[in-house]
């Protein structure tokens, strides 16, 4: 039998962080964040990463490991990540997954193998110069030669990805599908995925409200530290929303009011593209969260489903957990 995990999913500020501790009080475990961003260190305000006294003397693990100016991918988090699953496992303990990027949760449940196609830069940037001397359906078509499945099934105008799945052709001789199916292993856990959902109207406003709490806390100040830290513009970290926006405003092209606007707009897309990926998972069980003030009624539901999932409790009783609190959004 697999060892058996919780994960806590759903889009940005809708109560993940809150809940994930909660039950990780409950049932004596220790927590694994699956957000791209919290991993790396000095990055705290903008991600929403959860301060030590929001942990509640709870482990957190993949937050604050790398360095801003440092290259991070979905491989690398897996790796790691299982890494720490099977530590805590070790011990007795539950591992209890919780963050929003749907591809870093994946690759841990799901066990994904992923392939060793390398990278071709030489032929990344002669295709970036084909698409902008002759526009991007003349790389397509090149993909539509080798890989006629991926180019009906990406678009034209989605460039990366069409040179993505050629410089995978070119490097393994082999389509996307191919890869994609060669990538499919036996799961290592036995996951019980809990997703956090609320009306959109809600969700809007939380998200606001979270935004505005982060220019409180000192955003700007936050960005142009790690700026001066030596990290580069265009470093991957430094992509994330809240932190490309400041960065245009200290370049100039947009007013500060701009850009906390800006971040707030691009933050209820990314929570919208959230749920699209998640809602393709159908083993997700779906919780709704009616108004700021339900969590109690959310945070039994998630124990009913952990119970009868078959975890022991064995952490603080009922009456002594409940984190969530009114006006400050985590997760």
Same mark, same amino acid.
């Given at each position: ?29 220790? /927590? ?30 993949? $937050? ?12 690398? %988090? ?30 841990? $449940? ?52 069409? $040179?993505?799945?050629?410089? /995978? ?19 290592? %856990? ?15 406003? +939380? ?12 955003? &700007? ?8 830290? !030596? ?41 919208? +593209? ?9 083993? /997700? ?38 984190? &969530?609190?009114? !006006?400050?959004?985590?997760?």
């Amino acid at each position: 039998m697999r060892p058996k995990i919780v994960a806590v999913a759903g889009p940005t500020a809708s109560g993940k962080t809150a809940l994930s501790i909660d039950i990780a009080k409950k049932y004596g475990g220790e /927590i694994v964040s699956c957000d791209s961003m919290q991993i790396y260190k000095y990055m705290d305000i903008g991600t929403a990463k959860p301060s030590k006294a929001e942990q509640s003397g709870i482990p957190h693990y993949m $937050i604050d490991e790398i360095s801003p100016d440092e290259n991070f991918c979905v491989v690398d %988090y897996s790796k790691l990540a299982q890494k720490y699953i099977d530590d805590i496992l070790s011990r007795g303990k539950l591992p209890v997954l919780v963050g929003g990027t749907g591809l870093y949760l994946d690759s841990v $449940i799901n066990n994904v193998g992923f392939s060793e196609a390398g990278s071709d830069e030489k032929y990344r940037s002669k295709l970036k110069q084909l698409a902008k001397a002759e526009g991007n359906e003349a790389v397509h078509r090149l993909l539509e030669r080798v890989d006629p499945s991926s180019a009906e099934k990406i678009h034209p105008n989605n460039l990366r990805r069409v $040179i993505r799945a050629l410089e /995978i052709y070119k490097t393994t001789g082999k389509t996307m599908a191919q890869v994609n199916e060669e990538s499919v292993r036996e799961p290592l %856990y036995d996951t019980l995925i809990i997703g956090l959902n609320m009306d959109r109207e809600l969700l809007y406003d +939380r998200i606001n409200r979270r935004v505005d709490l982060m220019m409180e806390q000192g955003l &700007e100040g936050e960005v142009r530290k790690i700026l001066d830290m !030596g990290t580069g513009k265009d470093a991957t970290a430094l992509q994330a929303i809240g932190y490309k926006e400041f960065i245009e405003y200290f370049d100039g092209k947009i007013s500060k009011e701009e850009a906390v606007e800006k971040i707030k707009r691009e933050s209820r897309r990314y929570a919208k +593209r959230q749920l699209t990926w998640l809602r393709r998972n159908d083993k /997700i069980n779906w919780l709704m969260l009616q108004n700021d003030y339900n969590y109690t009624k959310i945070l039994i539901q998630s124990f009913t489903l952990i119970n009868k999932f078959g975890i022991i409790e064995r952490g603080k009783p009922y009456g002594e957990v409940g984190t &969530e609190k009114n !006006g400050k959004e985590k997760g």
